[in-house]
């Protein structure tokens, strides 16, 4: 696989691990990394023989501890406008990509970080984490798309709280307001992680991207229109080699063996 300077992946099966390497600086997102990350998601995606990422950061400390102030600092209105849509671009290209993406959050994920393992599709914490968009404490507000994704996922009132406030939550006061999915230990965070993301990989490849589609465009639709979305997807499905498998294997009391046609 492509050797990065910030960001290493590794291959298990069909799992493709994610780990963003700048621990002495908490894994802070400086354009370079964010450049490495555009390059593995958009490999990722195209590479039919993987079928779900997990995205973590090294060390015990940090998942990212936020965008690199060094470089932040040095931005005018262009150059700001220029790091807001590489961030944004990354942040699209994980959630839309055909297959799942877990982020496993071992420490801080602030600014950034947050708002990165916001575009995950499932998001799972250790208990030690911390999350949160402190942009406003540095006069600015979220780039990457945190105003969005966290008003969606935790609603209008406590994004404000937490986008106002800059303040950091606990894993449990996330995982109690919807902003992860799952808590763990530290020590099985990795572990509950390789789990899930083989599960996910073993389901249908061509189902698992409908349900995305399906769950991603529907948000930004009416109730009804996205009924009638979900029935399109629901019916094209049908004309799949994976649909025909499924439902035989199902009968058959077998082990499916989907193929993602």
């Known amino acids: 696989m ?10 298990k099966d069909n799992v493709l691990i ?32 993987l079928r779900c990422a997990i995205l973590t950061g090294a060390g015990p ?4 501890a936020g965008a690199d102030i060094t470089e932040l600092s040095k931005l005018d209105v262009a150059g700001a406008v220029e790091t807001a849509a590489r961030g944004l671009k990354l942040a699209a290209t994980i ?3 055909p297959k799942p993406v877990i982020a496993a959050i071992n420490g801080f994920a602030l600014g950034g970080g947050c708002e990165i393992a916001m575009a995950c599709d499932i998001r799972i914490a250790s208990e030690k984490a911390r999350l949160g968009q402190p942009e406003i404490n540095l006069g600015i507000i979220p780039g990457y798309g945190g105003t969005q994704r966290l008003s969606r996922l935790v609603g209008r009132g406590k994004a404000m709280q937490m986008i106002l406030g800059g303040d950091m939550i606990n894993a449990a006061e996330a995982y109690r307001v919807g902003l992860v999915d799952e808590i763990y230990p530290p020590e099985e965070l990795m572990d509950k992680a390789m789990e ?3 599960a996910l990989a073993g389901k249908p490849p061509v189902a698992v991207t409908a349900t995305k589609k399906a769950i991603n465009d529907g948000l930004n639709m009416t109730l009804d229109d996205g009924c009638n979305l979900e029935k399109d997807i629901f019916s094209k499905l049908f004309a799949t080699d994976d649909q025909t498998e499924g439902m035989a294997a199902f009968m058959e009391r077998r082990k499916a063996n989907f193929t993602g046609k």
């Not at 400390?61 to 990212?64: G, N």
Request: charged share 25%; no cysteine; glycine share 0%.
């Open 2 to 11: 492509t050797e990065y300077k910030n960001v290493l992946t590794e291959k």
């Open 18 to 49: 994610v780990t963003i390497q700048r621990e002495k600086a908490l894994n802070a997102l400086n354009d370079e990394t964010v450049a490495e990350l555009q390059q593995v998601f958009d490999a990722f995606s195209a590479d039919a023989d």
């Open 61 to 64: 400390k940090a998942f990212v």
């Open 95 to 97: 959630q839309n990509s």
């Open 196 to 198: 899930m993301a083989t």
